[in-house]
């Protein structure tokens, strides 16, 4: 008989063994079931070629889903295989992508790399397009973050690996900090992680199987759409309404919800948009989740952000019935996107999320082994003393910028800004039909750079066309020359409605 090496696991009990290849070893009752595994790779016990599939192996404790009990090692034997097998091996390399990798994509990236972006060469470029606060190094974070950094590294307390979920210090540090009277918070209600992207990604994966559908601002961000359909979740767009300051338009929203709807994702503040919502609308949010028993992805990353005219409301201290995952992180408001900070805050309702959500969450978390740990010893420091002043430094000129930006461009033929209430972001609407030169946002945007070397993300992007996004945290004289551009840009060429169309359109 042809042999091959082959490995299999015992666990170190000497308990429970299978493998993924076939054999036909007979080992005593403390290894495998001595029936063993046939040729065709079936045993009388269920297990298959390519995992167990059919219940316990032996009693001994191996299940379908994988190991249960201690540390494991690797083996090697020999084994026989069939000539007619050897002959079935592939004779040529095949390495293909997953289909995960086939279906993930990012929008902004896909329709960014499409454009022609060649600048004018005469104007040095201003990019008011990327949604990083540091970019042009006028937005440096606290001092009092950076000492916390320091110290942290200094202690080397903190070079080796924490628990999955984060180090209980840290957690407890977060669930002081967030904790409010209508939403308490325990250091077992907090998950640390790679960022407030990965919190999203752990809350979808917790939250919904392949074929459910998941419910996305439109415009919003386009990561949601991103993670969803690479783990073949549909994705199903409510719109937002900018001649109401985006609100929801919650007659849509409900419109969409079937018996496959497995989460409704709130962003507040919103990214693109800059708006902030009333605590009468998040409840009438709220409501429609309550009504048909749909659990809440709150991403609150730019939470507290916000305009002196506008008032911040987390969404869990409004609901008394529907359980909420809220995505957060020191990215936007600390100003250190690079460090890769973030956490979900799970509060549950009547234990409706019960230890089914929570220990998802924590399995997930293992994916990757946590947060960053140098960060995390931080972050007690960096949540309590950071000065009031800095936050509200931050938030001062977020919103001079804003005012500059949307008193420019209101004034410029064929452009409609929405001024925001808070995060980074300005929506310009662009009345295309007075500009015939142009098919759509797309278009617009890419000629804007090559003739003014200005360059603003098309909301395409956000799946959300003709409009534009512009983020407003440039240094003001740059945002100044940046809007002078587009006004001279606009200008060349707006065209006017012909008589005949005002004619129709009365």
């Not at 799970?346 to 230890?355: E, K, S, V």
Request: aromatic share 8%.
């Amino acid at each position: 008989a042809i042999r091959e090496k082959m490995s299999y696991v015992i666990r170190m009990n000497g308990n429970s063994v299978s493998r993924n290849c076939v054999h036909t070893d007979v080992l005593n009752r403390n290894g495998i079931d001595r029936n063993g595994i046939n040729e065709t790779g079936i045993d009388r016990n269920g297990v298959s070629q390519n995992g167990m599939n059919g219940g316990y192996l032996n009693g001994n404790g191996f299940e379908g889903n994988g190991f249960k009990g201690n540390a494991v090692h690797h083996m090697s034997a020999r084994v026989p295989v069939s000539a007619t097998k050897l002959k079935a091996r592939r004779q040529r390399w095949s390495v293909r992508a997953s289909e995960m990798s086939k279906n993930t994509l990012n929008p902004i990236r896909a329709i960014v790399d499409g454009m022609k972006l060649t600048p004018n060469p005469e104007k040095p470029m201003i990019a008011l397009s990327i949604g990083d606060p540091t970019v042009f190094g006028n937005l440096p974070t606290d001092d009092s973050v950076l000492q916390a950094m320091k110290d942290a590294i200094d202690s080397q307390k903190f070079n080796g690996y924490a628990p999955s979920v984060g180090y209980l210090k840290s957690r407890e540090a977060v669930a002081n900090f967030y904790s409010q009277p209508g939403a308490p918070l325990e250091a077992k209600d907090v998950i640390l992680t790679s960022g407030c992207s990965q919190a999203i990604e752990l809350a979808i994966s917790a939250l919904c199987n392949p074929g459910d559908n998941i419910l996305v601002p439109c415009p919003g961000f386009s990561l949601y759409k991103t993670l969803a359909v690479s783990m073949g979740v549909h994705v199903k767009f409510y719109n937002l309404l900018p001649e109401k300051s985006w609100e929801i338009d919650l007659q849509h929203l409900e419109s969409l919800i079937d018996d496959r709807t497995t989460c409704l994702i709130v962003n507040n503040p919103s990214n693109p948009c800059g708006s902030v919502f009333t605590k009468e609308h998040l409840q009438n949010t709220i409501a429609v989740a309550s009504r048909h028993c749909i659990p809440i992805l709150a991403d609150e990353i730019y939470g507290d952000m916000v305009f002196p005219n506008s008032e911040f409301h987390s969404m869990a201290p409004l609901s008394s019935d529907v359980p909420i995952l809220s995505c957060g992180g020191l990215a936007k408001r600390w100003l250190v996107p690079g460090w890769r900070m973030g956490w979900i805050l799970i509060h549950d309702r009547n234990n409706i999320f019960g230890t089914e959500i929570r220990e998802a969450l924590v399995k997930l978390s293992q994916r990757i082994l946590g947060a960053c740990t140098v960060v995390q010893g931080a972050l007690e420091s960096i949540l309590n003393s950071t000065p009031a002043e800095f936050y509200q430094s931050t938030i001062s000129f977020l919103k001079s910028n804003s005012e500059i930006c949307f008193s420019e461009l209101s004034t410029v033929p064929g452009l409609n800004p929405v001024m925001p209430s808070g995060a980074m972001y300005l929506m310009v609407g662009i009345e295309m039909d007075h500009f015939p030169e142009f098919q759509n946002d797309v278009d617009f945007t890419e000629r804007l750079v090559t003739e003014q070397s200005v360059f603003c993300l098309p909301a395409t992007a956000f799946e959300y066309p003709n409009f534009f996004r512009i983020v407003v945290t440039v240094p003001e004289e740059m945002m100044v020359e940046a809007c002078g551009r587009i006004r001279e840009f606009c200008a060349r060429h707006y065209r006017p409605l012909s008589q005949d169309s005002n004619d129709l359109d009365q």
